[in-house]
């Protein structure tokens, strides 16, 4: 069975801090387990692994820079990416919802998208490729950062700190936060049958390659 809390113990800070960015704005970070792994490596601080103040100090810095650089890349290159064949992330229809999306919604997305795997990736990604004004966009992307990276980690830290043996409950609780995690895009693929039939299709393609 993969262990987090082993990966987390053997990468110390520097590894928390990478992943974090990557996940927060790399488009190869999509996959990473950014909830997951801020919670345990709370629950480790709790156990004397890291010190809380500066492992929430680096995951928010990590959150803010990764967040940062997708911003640059959606501003700069992103609006590249949609002049090709459609795809499930690159498609045309896509852009124009961006720009009209995070106009009107953009502040309020740019926090909730921290706790929604994949999403978190790409909202920052689209809200340059959205022209989102910087200024605005950093503004809340300092307020998400701190609520997700210091929300998750103190959240581990705190149960470490005074529920007695819940290292023996600790995978169940990882599982269930990944679980709720994933759930709100779980059920927008459930409603939305265009995005669910883009897809299947994309992974089909990928088992082609494959």
């Known amino acids: 069975m993969f262990d987090l809390p082993s990966l987390i113990t053997a990468s110390g800070y520097a590894g928390v801090t990478a992943i974090v960015f990557a996940e927060s704005g790399l488009l190869i970070g999509f996959f990473l387990p950014g909830d997951s792994l801020l919670f345990t490596a709370g ?17 928010f810095l990590g959150a803010v820079a990764g967040d940062s650089v997708g911003y640059s890349f959606g501003y700069r290159i992103g609006r590249r990416l949609f002049t090709k064949e459609d795809s499930l992330f690159f498609h045309k229809d896509h852009l124009a919802r961006a720009e009209q999306f995070y106009m009107k919604y953009g502040k309020k997305t740019i926090i909730l998208a921290r706790f929604l795997p994949v999403i978190r990736t790409f909202a920052p990604i689209l809200a340059g490729v959205g022209r989102m004004q910087y200024h605005v966009f950093l503004l809340y992307n300092l307020i998400g950062a701190g609520l ?19 290292d023996q409950y600790l995978i169940p609780i990882i599982a269930g936060i990944i679980f709720l995690s994933f759930l709100p895009t779980i059920i927008h693929f459930a409603r939305h049958s265009d995005d669910r039939r883009e897809l299947i299709k994309t992974v089909k393609k990928l088992l082609r390659i494959a």
């Open 148 to 166: 997700w990276a210091g929300g998750l980690s103190l959240l581990g830290y705190f149960l470490g700190s005074t529920v007695s043996n819940i």
């Open 43 to 59: 629950f480790l601080a709790s156990q004397g692994v890291f010190r809380i103040d500066a492992l929430v100090l680096l995951a």
